[in-house]
């Protein structure tokens, strides 16, 4: 079985640092998917982690432990237009298949 | 532009009847997915198959049949045995290999009066 779990909600201010932290219990991890849903729409990829430690792309950070299984999402410079819901995924290469964890909502306020 | 096409965009149907909802690819990907999200939740996996005229149950298959008779399209079938069947549903692809992730549709929000 699979075990995915992300905060359901997190608030942070405009300009600020939100860190989403993600664990996972899988049987068979070959990877970890960070993806941006906003609300009524298809998630869009942001990041994606297979070795440990840190992968840096601007604002947006993730961060990857195997032996620990667990991985963060830190967004910093926080804007208006982050609020959003993050969804971390464990990917798997038998099936080619994504599992999803149930998603972190953040809302930025001014 | 290549991309993943889901139609249509809302959806009402009546309690007990079947409804189908269409995913159209043409970014020549082997794989194909269906995922029923409901709101405040993650995604959860329905149907996924990996080549042409193959699929495989995901964790929540009961009530819903696909098909896949060609590369480009994986329709999913919303049958009345589906209990709750009011939901966003997204269809997205993958070429095969690690790293690249799924290219998503933009969802059909589906309700049932």
């Known amino acids: 079985g699979q075990n995915i779990d992300q905060p359901t909600e997190m608030t942070a201010t405009e300009g600020a640092i939100v860190q989403i932290n993600c664990t996972y219990q899988?049987?068979?991890?070959?990877?970890l998917f960070w993806y941006q849903q906003h609300a009524g729409e298809a998630p869009t990829f942001l990041s994606y982690n297979v070795l440990d430690g840190l992968e840096e792309k601007g604002r947006f950070s993730s961060f990857l432990s195997r032996s620990k299984g667990y991985s963060y999402l830190l967004l910093k410079e926080l804007q208006m237009k982050d609020s959003a819901s993050y969804l971390c995924a464990v990917f798997k290469a038998a099936g080619n298949k994504l599992t999803f964890g149930g998603g972190t909502r953040v809302l930025v306020k001014p | 532009d290549g991309g993943i096409t889901q139609s249509p965009k809302y959806l009402f149907r009546k309690e007990g009847q079947n409804v189908t909802l269409s995913c159209e690819q043409n970014?020549?990907?082997?794989?194909m997915y269906w995922y029923r999200q409901d709101p405040g939740q993650g995604l959860r996996l329905i149907y996924y198959?990996?080549?042409?005229?193959?699929?495989q149950k995901g964790d929540i298959a009961e009530g819903y049949s696909v098909s896949r008779e060609k590369k480009e399209s994986f329709p999913l079938t919303v049958t009345s045995a589906q209990k709750n069947p009011t939901a966003f549903y997204l269809c997205?692809?993958?070429?095969?290999?690690?790293?690249?992730?799924?290219?998503f549709g933009s969802g059909t929000r589906l309700t049932v009066v």
């Open positions: 997205a692809s993958s070429p095969p290999g690690q790293g690249e992730g799924y290219t």
């Open positions: 970014l020549n990907h082997d794989a």
């Open positions: 899988t049987s068979g991890f070959n990877g």
């Open positions: 198959s990996q080549i042409v005229n193959d699929f």
